[in-house]
């Protein structure tokens, strides 16, 4: 089975633009979450989606959203962008969700923001 | 709400030497524990995961983990590393049941010395 791909790879943006970035799951696995990446904070969760529906969600503002289709490719959405934004954005899928479930993930998008 | 605290922000040691990599975890009810590693430019991948049962878990390239439930520790160890194990190591911690949001640790840098 092909891997979590994360589309894209490395992204530069301005502060106050927006960005949308991809992560398609390994094939059959329902369950996508998002984290971000920073040397200061570590790895921090943002949120989960399964089937569709966000199913938690950790302690970040309402500029980060994100939605999931059909076929379980999931979006992230960052508004109004920071300088603080700049980060390792990473995706993780798994069949039913986080828990006793091994979370796969991809290589990441590296977002920098100028 | 659980914590996930990893002593050491990096770890030198020689080749073929043993290493022991701590983390500790804090909550008010039983959790599940993870070790991720991510090599450079990658994701995380699962090195292994206590669930219950047996304390002691393996992986297949050679690290180990035991799960101290008296001392709330999660170490992981390997008797003699090698220049591949030259990563990021991350503990993290599920509480079981639906629904849950994992925890990681700020991650140890594991430099292995030729």
């Known amino acids: 089975k092909a891997g979590v791909t994360q589309t894209p790879r490395y992204l530069i943006k301005t502060r106050g633009q927006q960005v949308t970035l991809s992560c398609s799951p390994i094939?059959?696995?329902?369950?996508v979450s998002w984290y971000q990446q920073t040397p200061g904070q570590g790895l921090q969760f943002l949120f989960e989606?399964?089937?569709?529906?966000?199913?938690n969600k950790g302690n970040f503002p309402g500029r980060f959203s994100g939605r999931q289709f059909s076929n379980s490719r999931s979006e992230m959405n960052v508004s109004t962008l920071e300088l603080g934004d700049s980060a390792l954005y990473l995706c993780a899928s798994s069949p039913e969700g986080v828990g006793t479930d091994t979370q796969y993930f991809g290589p990441g998008t590296r977002l920098t923001v100028l | 709400a659980q914590s996930v605290t990893q002593l050491d922000s990096q770890v030198p040691v020689f080749e073929e030497a043993p290493v022991e990599l701590r983390c500790n975890y804090s909550?008010?009810?039983?959790?599940?524990l993870f070790w991720y590693v991510q090599y450079p430019n990658q994701g995380l991948q699962l090195l292994l995961k206590?669930?219950?049962?047996?304390?002691l878990v393996e992986s297949i390239n050679g690290f180990e983990a035991e799960f101290n439930k008296s001392q709330t520790s999660f170490h992981l160890r390997k008797p003699s590393v090698h220049i591949s194990d030259t990563a990021e190591y991350f503990c993290?911690?599920?509480?079981?049941?639906?629904?849950?949001?994992?925890?990681f640790g700020t991650g140890t840098k594991l430099q292995v010395i030729p």
């Open positions: 989606y399964f089937s569709e529906t966000q199913r």
């Open positions: 909550s008010s009810v039983s959790v599940y």
């Open positions: 993290a911690a599920v509480p079981p049941g639906g629904y849950q949001k994992v925890t």
């Open positions: 206590y669930l219950s049962g047996s304390t």
């Open positions: 094939s059959g696995h329902r369950s």
